[in-house]
């Protein structure tokens, strides 16, 4: 089992794992983030939030300085390389995807609806989310994120026409979101373990934690995995067998839950 003392990285979903997944608390993780802080452990987001919403977040959290990974693993960035994400591989913008998206629709027929079509208030009714953060959830880079309002049979026949684009689809919690192919949360994580570097040029020790089946790819590529509960209709399906934790707790609590398995 891995310490406090080790070179310890933890990667961490945001919605529904960190942050409840209907109020958006993150206090009942609050005991363990002090607890990372005063051992200097990253805290590091790898989140279909953008970057303009963890930002603010990684404030309220008290973990700034820290990597992050946004819209699935579409943008990676950190504080001391603010560019960061113009050095991972190359792929097509968010305006290119939406002109992708809006031909395809217009097109083929798709019935789709997607952040680029709707308003603030919108997004804010359709998450919970506060008109101010609905903004920032609008401000994306590299992704988007959309309900799928057509047939089983059509949305396989969408999911065909975008890897003809070199897209793909990847389910989160809320929504289906539009990526560059080979661009989720694990590629990210991978990306981002090789060029930030350990301070002792050693290699770094993780802990993931996700709900989703989005984190999946995330939770394959870290030393120890938690899996926590969640609300998906689809359950976080893994390859792996080892060091694999399934919290009882939701949220926040399923979080704790899971770090005091692997760190007490």
Not at 170 to 176: C, K, L
Not at 205 to 220: H, K, V, Y
Request: proline share 6%.
């Amino acid at each position: 089992m891995p310490a406090l003392h080790d070179p310890l990285m933890i990667i961490t979903d945001l919605d529904g794992s960190l942050l409840d997944h209907h109020t958006y608390s993150w206090q009942p993780a609050g005991t363990w983030l002090a607890r990372l802080k005063a051992a200097e452990v990253p805290v590091v987001i790898c989140s279909s939030k953008t970057a303009a919403e963890i930002e603010p977040l990684q404030r309220e959290l008290d973990i700034v300085g820290a990597p992050f990974i946004a819209e699935n693993g579409a943008v990676v960035k950190w504080q001391q390389q603010p560019s960061s994400a113009a050095a991972q591989p190359s792929g097509k913008n968010y305006a290119a995807l939406c002109d992708i998206l809006a031909q395809l629709r217009e097109q083929q027929g798709f019935k789709f609806t997607g952040f680029a079509d709707v308003t603030e208030k919108e997004v804010a009714d359709w998450t919970g989310l506060t008109p101010r953060n609905a903004a920032l959830a609008k401000t994306r880079e590299g992704s988007e994120s959309l309900i799928w309002r057509d047939t089983e049979a059509r949305f396989a026949a969408f999911r065909e026409a975008l890897a003809q684009q070199q897209l793909e689809l990847v389910q989160g919690g809320r929504f289906w979101h539009v990526m560059n192919q080979g661009r989720g949360k694990g590629a990210a994580l991978e990306w981002l373990l090789t060029h930030y570097p350990h301070p002792a040029s050693g290699r770094w020790i993780t802990i993931g934690l996700g709900d989703g089946p989005n984190d999946a790819p995330m939770l394959e590529k870290v030393d120890y995995a938690v899996v926590i509960k969640g609300y998906s209709k689809n359950p976080v399906a893994l390859t792996r067998r080892d060091n694999v934790f399934y919290s009882a707790g939701f949220g926040p609590e399923g979080w704790s839950e899971g770090l005091t398995h692997y760190l007490t």
